[in-house]
T-cell receptor, first 111, second 112 residues
Framework: DAKTTQPPSMDCAEGRAANLPCNHS???????VYWYRQIHSQGPQYIIH???NNETNEMASLIITEDRKSSTLILPHATLRDTAVYYC????????????FGKGTRLHILP | NAGVTQTPKFQVLKTGQSMTLQCAQD?????MSWYRQDPGMGLRLIHY???????DQGEVPNGYNVSRSTTEDFPLRLLSAAPSQTSVYFC???????????FGEGSRLTVL
């Protein structure tokens, strides 16, 4: 089973910040949180990852709660091109870990 | 860099036929994996490998075989195709322990 839970879908107005939540209450101390997105039927694309500190790159920001049991991916100024399915996964620690994806969140950007 | 290359991109099979989906990566990644994605669904792990000569089962391994004779290649074999195996298949690779997954473009398989 996936180690993460996400809402199945969300809407966001174009130009506004999109905040996508993820719950990972059983995360281990050496596991990272990764976010990917999948546009149409393309292969998923890496967005960002973090361990316990908040992270930012050119695509997004990642906010991880202090207890590490949940996180939020922030797309600061959503555009129509951000319409996609977003997956949150946890990974790390063991060399032979299975990397399990959940069903993700389908983000609709509204014009 | 080519990254992760999957072939073929499209394939139609008849029930009972066998075939191999090819996956190659040029990043010297130890970790490689296969996922399937059914319409409107998330990714489900079929098999994965943490290095040459080492493979293990994922969430949905039945009906599929894998082998890992080299670091670069991780082929997925369908032994006797069934309509339930109609899906889009993605291969991915990464460094071990942690590291982002790099995905191929996918192979769309239809079994009649």
């Amino acid at each position: 089973d996936a180690k993460t839970t996400q809402p199945p879908s969300m809407d966001c107005a174009e130009g506004r910040a999109a905040n996508l939540p993820c719950n990972h209450s059983t995360i281990s101390g050496n596991e990272y949180v990764y976010w990917y997105r999948q546009i149409h039927s393309q292969g998923p694309q890496y967005i960002i990852h973090g361990l316990k500190n908040n992270e930012t790159n050119e695509m997004a920001s990642l906010i991880i709660t202090e207890d590490r049991k949940s996180s939020t991916l922030i797309l600061p100024h959503a555009t129509l091109r951000d319409t996609a399915v977003y997956y949150c996964i946890v990974r790390g620690g063991n060399r032979d870990d299975k990397i399990i994806f959940g069903k993700g969140t389908r983000l609709h950007i509204l014009p | 860099n080519a990254g992760v290359t999957q072939t073929p991109k499209f394939q139609v099979l008849k029930t009972g036929q066998s075939m191999t989906l090819q996956c190659a990566q040029d990043m010297n990644h130890e970790y490689m994996s296969w996922y399937r994605q059914d319409p409107g669904m998330g990714l489900r792990l079929i098999h994965y490998s943490v290095g040459a000569g080492i493979t293990d089962q994922g969430e949905v391994p039945n009906g599929y075989n894998v082998s890992r004779s080299t670091t670069e290649d991780f082929p997925l074999r369908l032994l006797s195709a069934a309509p339930s195996q109609t899906s889009v298949y993605f291969c991915a690779s990464s460094t071990p322990y942690a590291g982002e997954l790099f995905f191929g473009e996918g192979s769309r398989l239809t079994v009649l």
